[in-house]
């Protein structure tokens, strides 16, 4: 793929790690985000399922996917898997913040442009 090249009109980003590819096609606009996964550190309280829930409750988000990566005498380390039709980081950063979560590391994140 010719990274260099000029194709217009859309494009995706989807991320793993350190692996960034884009592709290009035409007709859609408006990039937002629509999935990600999150590597989080959080304490014993509140339990995920309520941490689920408050994530679920913003606004363009549809789906939210909680799974417990360890344990250890204070905290737990969790994946997060958000998705949606237009996620704002700020919104999921700040809600997570609120409960006493720290986002150690973006593991996946998926991009599209809306319709026009």
């Known amino acids: 793929m010719n990274f260099g090249a000029r194709q217009p ?13 884009t592709k290009t096609q035409k007709g859609l ?10 590597d989080v550190l959080k304490p014993h309280e509140p339990p995920i399922y309520e941490l689920a829930s408050k994530l679920a409750s ?14 250890d005498q204070s905290t737990e380390s969790i994946k997060i ?7 704002n980081t700020d ?16 593991d ?4 599209a442009k809306r319709p026009k």
């Open 58 to 71: 913003l606004r363009g988000i549809d789906h939210v996917s909680i799974s417990l990566a360890e344990i």
């Open 108 to 111: 996946e994140v998926v991009v």
């Open 81 to 87: 898997s958000i998705d949606g039709s237009d996620i």
């Open 91 to 106: 919104s999921v950063r700040h809600s997570l913040e609120e409960l006493g979560a720290v986002i150690h590391s973006v």
């Open 29 to 38: 606009v408006n990039p937002t985000i629509k999935k990600m996964v999150l």
């Open 9 to 21: 009109h859309i494009w995706w980003i989807h991320a793993i790690g350190s692996k960034v590819r």
